[in-house]
């Protein structure tokens, strides 16, 4: 547009003003940077996004992702009444039986049967590990564990259909690795917990807190038990075909997941 078709009141930028000097351009006036404005803001927001996304996410601490043991119990010592063996009818060569009348069945105890009634402490159990007996009224969350486990706890588990497989500690990290990847490879059972329905192996794995057990890995259930020199004895499926979540438990079907964490434990795996 030329000089003569500004629009009245408009500044002629080559005329000046009455005391001689050029009036300010508005070209050269001093704007506000709404564009450098609006892309700090931006910036700031995406940070303070992200400053609260890791300040959520970062509020569990890297242990809560790990192993958590299950609780140990208290209390006064319990001495478990010794059990009466008895023949096997599994059919699996080597497995040990004890007398389970009465649990599962009516739920009385007589004489020579395995105990399964509820105590708060330490139970002094007659074999080792333990096929059963008095145990603590919470079991602890199945799976796979790298340190000793309360037999109290493990022993519910085995009430409610889980096998539990323990080894000596001694055993090759080889072996134990061997073990583990069994155990994964068994499948999940659905189950009924607190929080709804969901699923298990109902398998508790742990070393035992000694050599003193009958073999390198003994792997029971509720009034059974099998010793084994090696973790690739066919037997181990065998047993955990036969016994996991049987007409052998008690109280099949029960839970043996979904107890608060600081109880029930975190295995490493499940």
Do not use: C
């Not at 299950?70 to 009466?84: C, I, L, Y």
């Not at 890995?217 to 090696?230: D, E, K, R």
């Amino acid at each position: 547009m030329s000089q003569r078709t500004l629009s009245q009141g408009q500044p002629n930028r080559n005329a000046r003003s009455s005391g001689g000097k050029r009036p300010r351009s508005i070209v050269n006036q001093r704007r506000t940077p709404w564009g450098a404005i609006v892309a700090v803001a931006a910036v700031i927001a995406f940070a303070a996004v992200v400053v609260v996304i890791v300040a959520v996410t970062g509020k569990k601490s890297p242990a809560a992702k790990g192993e958590v043991m299950p609780a140990s119990v208290s209390g006064a010592v319990t001495s478990e009444r010794a059990p009466q063996r008895v023949a096997d009818t599994s059919g699996i060569p080597g497995v040990v039986a004890w007398n389970t009348s009465g649990w599962p069945g009516d739920g009385s105890t007589p004489s020579g049967a395995l105990e399964h009634q509820h105590v708060d402490g330490p139970v002094t159990y007659t074999e080792t590990p333990p096929v059963g007996g008095p145990h603590n009224a919470t079991w602890l969350n199945a799976g796979i564990y790298d340190k000793p486990v309360p037999a109290e706890r493990a022993v519910h588990d085995m009430e409610h259909g889980a096998v539990w497989i323990t080894y000596q500690p001694s055993l090759s990290p080889a072996a134990v690795k061997s073990l583990r990847d069994f155990v994964l490879t068994q499948k999940e059972l659905g189950e009924e917990t607190s929080a709804g329905t969901s699923s298990s192996r109902y398998i508790v794995m742990s070393p035992w807190s000694s050599d003193q057990l009958p073999a390198a890995v003994v792997i029971s259930a509720w009034g059974h038990q099998l010793s084994v020199a090696s973790t690739s004895d066919a037997r181990l499926q065998r047993f955990v075909d036969v016994f996991r979540s049987s007409k052998y438990s008690p109280e099949q079907g029960e839970a043996v997941d979904g107890v608060p964490t600081n109880v029930g434990g975190r295995p490493l795996a499940k």
